[in-house]
Structure formats: structure tokens, C-alpha cells
């Protein structure tokens, strides 16, 4: 099992331009996650879908939108990047999205806007 | 005030050293409590889990959770030069919330 994967590694963007960053898990998980990691701020919750179907907004959802295509999949889209969305972007995986469910997270996406 | 505050370090020990990192938290409706480990470059990964209140232990590692004084910790013993990353408290009560994360160096 790859467990949670994501793409791309690494993107560098302008001001202005728009990406979408992409997730996928093989765990038959239903919840799914994206964060931000910034230095000294920890992982804050984007956005994230507790079950196939349905998203909802977490502690920073401005300037993002999701989309849960399938059980597997979650994507991450910026419209108009911004250099303060310069972060590495985490998505995340667990069964159910309560009872502190163990969140299995991907490799990063490293993302620079300019 | 942040929901979870977690020193962030840097935090360097010399091999074989006890090792003792620590989180407060203000919300007493957190039940949850974990500790995930993310190497250099790496996502977190889930390290310890607990419960309410009480020690944990699984090998070299014991989560401890005092919920009277809002406060958990993480002991390493014989700390080796793998165990160098950066430690992320977090708590969950409806969502999870992470701490600042704490870097920690083994120097051999």
C-alpha cells in the first residue's frame, strides 16, 4: 500500500496564477484532510471532507477551494495564488473523521509563489 | 492565546539522554491526546495515543496526560541519534489541533 500520496512534490508559482494540488489514498479511509506548515505555526486545517461527498471549511479556508472527486481522492485548488500561501501543504487520511481517529499524512507538497 | 502551546526549540541533547517534551492546552474539552513525529522533509506520522488523563508507554517512549493541570508530556529514554525530528503535540475535541512543534537533536 502507498498509503497517502501527493502531487507534486514541488511547485513554484507567480502571483496571481492558478494550481491545483492532488491527493490520493489507498486505505479505503473516509475522512480526508489538507494543511498548511508554517515555521512557527504548526499544521492548521484548510479544509477537509469527513466522508465522500461533503466539505467543510477548517481554520484557514480563504483563498482555497477543494474537491473530493471520489473515496480516494481530495484535491486542493489556489485560483489566485498569493505570495502568503507560500507554505508546505499536507493532505491527510483517517477512517472517520471523529473520535481522534489517527490521521495518516502524505509526503508534502512544497509550494513557493513569487 | 492558542488552544495548544508547544515550545518550538530547537532542543538539543547528547545520545543516551532522557529527553522531555511538553504542551499546555486551555480547552478542557479535549479527549484525545497524541504525539506524531515528523522527520526532516517528511509528513508527521503518528507516534504516541491517549486517552483522558494517565501514562502511556510503548518501548522507549511514555505519553503522560495530567488534564487537572491542562498539561501533556512525551519522554524518550535512551534517546539515539533516529529519534531526531520534530515533535507535534495534538489534542482533539470535535477537531484536532496541533502544537507549534518542538525540534529535537540527539548529538552522538
Known sequence: ?114 | QKEVEQDPGPLSVPEGAIVSLNCTYSNSAFQYFMWYRQYSRKGPELLMYTYSSGNKEDGRFTAQVDKSSKYISLFIRDSQPSDSATYLCAMWAQKLVFGQGTRLTINP
Open chain 1, 1 to 114: 500500500n502507498a498509503g497517502v500520496t501527493q502531487t507534486p512534490k514541488f511547485q513554484v508559482l507567480k502571483t496571481g496564477q492558478s494550481m491545483t494540488l492532488q491527493c490520493a489514498q489507498d486505505m479505503n479511509h473516509n475522512s480526508m484532510y489538507w494543511y498548511r506548515q508554517d515555521p512557527g505555526m504548526g499544521l492548521r486545517l484548510i479544509y477537509y471532507s469527513a466522508s465522500e461527498g461533503t466539505t467543510d471549511k477548517g481554520e484557514v479556508p480563504n483563498g482555497y477551494n477543494v474537491s473530493r472527486l471520489n473515496k480516494r481522492e481530495f484535491s486542493l485548488r489556489l485560483e489566485s495564488a498569493a505570495p502568503s500561501q507560500t507554505s508546505v501543504y499536507f493532505c491527510a487520511s483517517s477512517e472517520g473523521a471523529f473520535k481522534g481517529n489517527e490521521q495518516f499524512f502524505g509526503p508534502g507538497t512544497r509550494l513557493t509563489v513569487l
